[in-house]
């Protein structure tokens, strides 16, 4: 376990005045930024692209009509869908140009891919005297979710500091399976539903066939695409947190098998529907197999939820004991009902600056909490730099407390030092007392600590 508090690398002696300068070297920080803004252009003009392709294509296929009035209906449920991702990760929300990144890659880099390997094989399907369904059952559950994953996987690749955990990997993935379910839902709810029936028996009957469409794609089966990708942000999640290399490796693989399979069983109820002549298949397979998974992964996903607040409690106490931390402030960390607390007591002691402070600190706190158990799982090799990025952050720890830290008018001036307390008596003397033994609001109880 590296030191909570590294000191400052000392000066080195000053160089005698007569010493030849050495020539100007170029600064390596200053290319690495020209690099990392040439990627981003890079990417950026690639997904522009692939979105360009996918909507001339769209437009082509179904239509200027059935483009718009699919995108209006597939747009309805994607914020409901984006907000309940968002909901499990409060804890430490991701950068919003990732979120962003991870949604333009499902919506168009995905799903312009999976529309060209789809064709084609539907393409060579029909040239072996195969059977279309095969494409859905066969090709698609592969290339889609390989294509969705992918997104998330060059982030992992690039920001894998930005990772904490499964929780991240299945909002990275959910995010970029949204993407895709909404393009996709385009080309149904416009093509299928109202271009088709528009295009045989008018208007009224294309509004007719997509608002069915709807109800059956979006109302019941509009978590579908999410479930699916979410497994291999479960496989994703791990890998991030794993220090084994065959971890690393084998966790995203089997997450992404999951998540193949899981589609490829969707993708084949309506084909035995069809060979069997029998629609309650189709209900069986939904009743019996989809809801299930998708309950099991939502509680799932709910217990993960909390393991960042759960992280903090075993992992701050090192700083607790350090002095760089108070037992109250690790205890405000714990749960979102006390960190909207420790909010709220920050506004009314300190206004919106401090209300704005005390969401940074526990941010900041919370990527504390992560570093540090990143370095004590091995994930850095190298350990200098966590230690740098483990000072600065304590330094912003400090900073945003400081805003907020003895504004209460009702509470005493009291200082942490790792073992007990140092609290300003009316009389202006600083006396040190000991820790509570038993749980006082909302310190805990000091063995914890200790």
């Not at 995108?71 to 990760?89: E, H, K, N, R, T």
């Not at 889609?144 to 929780?167: A, D, F, H």
């Not at 294309?206 to 291999?232: C, D, E, Y």
Request: glycine letters at 10%; a neutral charge.
């Amino acid at each position: 376990m590296s030191e909570i508090s590294p000191e400052p690398p000392q000066p080195s002696s000053p160089p005698p005045d007569d010493a030849v300068p050495a020539p100007a070297l170029p600064d390596p920080s200053r290319r690495k930024r020209i690099w990392r803004i040439v990627g981003l252009a890079g990417m950026i003009v690639f997904i522009a692209g692939c979105a360009i392709a996918v909507t001339v294509f769209l437009g082509f296929n179904i239509g200027i009509d059935g483009l718009l009035l699919g995108s209006v209906a597939a747009l309805l449920p994607v914020p409901v869908l984006i907000g309940c991702f968002m909901w499990l990760d409060r804890y430490e929300p991701e950068p919003v140009g990732y979120l962003a990144f991870c949604f333009a890659w499902g919506a168009f880099v995905a799903t312009g891919t999976a529309l060209v390997v789809n064709t084609y094989a539907s393409y060579f399907f029909e040239g072996w005297g195969l059977s279309d369904s095969l494409v859905a059952t066969l090709v698609a559950p592969f290339i889609e979710e390989t294509m969705k994953t992918l997104g998330p996987v060059l982030l992992l690749w690039r920001r894998r500091r930005e990772w904490s955990g499964i929780t991240d990997g299945i909002v990275y993935c959910g995010l970029s399976a949204i993407g895709f379910a909404m393009v996709e839902n385009i080309l149904y709810l416009g093509g299928h539903g109202y271009a088709a029936s528009n295009e045989q028996y008018g208007p009224a009957s294309g509004a007719q066939q997509l608002f069915l469409i709807f109800i059956v794609r979006i109302l019941f089966t509009g978590f579908a695409h999410p479930l699916f990708t979410s497994m291999a942000g479960v496989g994703l999640g791990v890998a991030a947190r794993a220090a084994d290399r065959p971890v690393r490796y084998l966790a995203p693989i089997s997450g992404l098998l999951v998540a193949m399979m899981l589609h490829g069983t969707w993708n084949l109820l309506p084909s035995l529907v069809v060979a069997t002549g029998e629609p309650i298949v189709l209900l069986y397979g939904y009743l019996g197999l989809m809801i299930p998974v998708f309950f099991g992964t939502v509680g799932f996903a709910i217990w993960l939820r909390g393991w960042e607040g759960r992280l903090t409690e075993r992992t701050l106490p090192a700083y607790v004991r350090a002095g760089w931390l108070s037992p109250p402030e690790v205890a405000t960390l714990s749960s979102l009902g006390r960190r909207h607390s420790a909010r709220r007591w920050a506004k009314r002691v300190a206004g919106d600056p401090g209300l704005k402070a005390m969401k940074g600190f526990q941010f900041s706190a919370t990527k504390l909490a992560l570093l540090r158990d990143g370095i004590d799982r091995g994930l850095y090799a190298k350990i200098g730099s966590a230690q740098v990025e483990e000072a600065a952050l304590l330094a912003q720890i400090s900073a945003e407390r400081s805003v907020f830290v003895g504004r209460d008018p009702q509470t005493p001036q009291a200082r942490w030092d790792g073992e007990r307390y140092h609290i300003t008596f009316p009389d202006g003397v600083s006396r040190p007392i000991e820790a509570p033994a038993t749980p006082v609001v909302p310190i805990p109880i000091t063995s914890y600590y200790r």
